[in-house]
């Protein structure tokens, strides 16, 4: 398609330029992760924790303030993959977090 194609968008029930279609489309892919603050969070950020949290199954407390290193984002828009000392497979609600700067 070129740029000065126009398309038909079945949802939206519009006749709209190629690239604008296009763009819409990519956009509509992406997922957005906020933390607590409403701060946009990516794979690979570091963040603290604004509350203590119990781990089920490790028998541990992580913490208020603690640093977790290198997320990784999830297909649900609420929970963030993430790796700390002692405890495998660790989800966290994006609520419970705060992006360091």
Do not use: H
């Amino acid at each position: 398609m070129s740029e000065d194609e126009y398309v038909y968008d079945e949802e939206s029930g519009e006749w709209m330029a190629a690239s604008e279609l296009k763009e819409r489309r990519a956009t509509a892919d992406r997922i957005e992760v906020r933390d607590a603050v409403g701060n946009l969070l990516a794979d690979g950020d570091q963040v603290t924790l604004i509350k203590d949290l119990v781990v089920k199954g490790a028998g541990q407390t992580l913490r208020r303030g603690t640093l977790i290193k290198s997320i990784r984002l999830t297909d649900d828009p609420q929970e963030i993959d993430c790796r700390y000392e002692g405890i495998k497979g660790l989800v966290l609600r994006a609520e419970f977090v705060r992006k360091r700067s």
